[in-house]
């Protein structure tokens, strides 16, 4: 008897990439992202079981609120460069954006391109009112995608015992 349960996660396009589901194959890249001091200095570090986890978790939301994280393929080559999400946070009313980019990715627009194609999705197929991001104090870079998106500072506040930033956008 086949108990799988089949979840659909829309799959997005740009111009440069697809926004898609997460694959197991895509796992030891995000591990890798997540062991690097340089590429996980604004996420926390995590080992290989830790990032498992993050990657379950993160796949798994989908399945709670219809609403995760996509890996992010650049359309010409396939490369698997990062991921984004829109999803919820536990006891959260408001949805949050996430980006990562993978370190040899950095640089070249790609969490703005992905992060704007969530914030659509968000607003026009959601039909989200608000959506929020948290972004670590000293993270220009993910930052400068926020401020991309038109949010603007909400408030400080902590995540995991850490000082963090709050940007929001209200759906126009």
């Not at 591990?31 to 079981?49: F, I, K, M, T, Y």
Request: hydrophobic share 40%; with cysteine; charged share 20%.
């Amino acid at each position: 008897m086949n108990h799988a349960l089949t979840i659909s996660v829309p799959h997005l396009h740009t111009e440069r990439l697809t926004l898609r589901e997460y694959r197991v194959e895509d796992f030891d890249l995000f591990a890798d992202h997540l062991s690097n001091p340089e590429s996980s200095a604004h996420l926390g570090s995590a080992d290989r079981q830790t990032a498992w986890r993050i990657f379950s978790s993160h796949a798994g939301l989908w399945m709670l609120h219809g609403a995760g994280w996509w890996s992010i393929e650049d359309r010409q080559t396939g490369q698997l460069v990062g991921c984004v999400g829109a999803f919820f946070r536990s006891d959260a009313t408001v949805m949050e954006l996430g980006w990562n980019t993978y370190r040899a990715f950095w640089g070249k627009g790609i969490a703005n391109e992905a992060a704007a194609a969530v914030l659509n999705y968000a607003f026009e197929v959601r039909r989200e009112s608000m959506v929020r991001a948290l972004v670590a104090p000293g993270n220009d870079s993910s930052l400068r995608v926020a401020m991309r998106l038109g949010m603007s500072y909400e408030r400080a506040t902590e995540l995991n015992g850490k000082a963090i930033n709050s940007y929001m956008r209200k759906r126009t």
